[in-house]
């Protein structure tokens, strides 16, 4: 179980230069939020939002009638979230400070993007509250860090490093997605940086369907 007050220290360290470490993923965050197949009006959760990296894109697609919903629990990381609102379009955003399995907010979402958000997905209870606001049918789609093949050392070295500063456990590595696989029927997952990287997008059928996410 990853450990949140070592997390929470590290992105409290980090929040300074967070942007700048993150510029060579940013093509993979376009590709996140394209997969989310957002439209004008629609509302979204942004899973560990981090310092609002993806507020910009996610608001484009959700258009001055659609919501955006942030949730991070490092109030440094949250600070320079709130700051970055007066570069987003007109679109309601909501931000919350609080680990994701504990935190609260008002209804029910078209989709979730969890973009490098490996301790979260680790986590079931934050799993299930992010499901229990979506809406039967909501897209979600998550992105981060995997191991590769074992021969393929250059990327795991990179993926090492990387995680390093990034997560407080490498268990999961292997299959990070795992833990939303379970209640998501169907998750694509496909790696592509070599292997370095997953995306998984899929849909949420609600508990209707048989399947609850608590």
């Not at 507020?55 to 320079?80: D, K, N, T, W, Y």
């Not at 709130?82 to 909501?94: D, M, Y």
């Amino acid at each position: 179980m990853p450990d949140r007050g070592f997390a929470l220290e590290q992105y409290r360290l980090r929040a300074g230069v967070y942007d700048n470490e993150l510029v060579l993923f940013e093509p993979l965050r376009r590709e996140a939020v394209a997969s989310l197949q957002l439209s004008p009006g629609a509302s979204v959760l942004d899973v560990g939002c981090g310092t609002g990296l993806s507020f910009p894109l996610l608001a484009e697609a959700v258009g001055s009638h659609g919501r955006i919903v942030g949730v991070e629990q490092c109030p440094e990381m949250l600070l320079q979230a709130h700051e970055r609102l007066a570069v987003v379009g007109p679109c309601e955003v909501s931000l919350i400070n609080a680990p994701v399995e504990s935190a609260r907010w008002a209804g029910q979402a078209d989709a979730a993007l969890f973009h490098f958000t490996h301790d979260v997905l680790r986590r079931p209870e934050a799993i299930a509250n992010v499901l229990a606001h979506l809406k039967p049918g909501a897209r979600v789609v998550a992105t981060g860090l995997q191991w590769a093949d074992p021969w393929a050392w250059p990327v795991n070295l990179f993926v090492w490093g990387a995680a390093l500063r990034s997560v407080s456990t490498l268990d999961g590595l292997v299959q990070p997605w795992s833990g939303l696989a379970a209640h998501v029927p169907g998750l694509d997952v496909r790696s592509t940086w070599m292997g370095g990287i997953y995306i998984a997008t899929g849909i949420w059928p609600g508990p209707q369907a048989g399947i609850d996410p608590a």
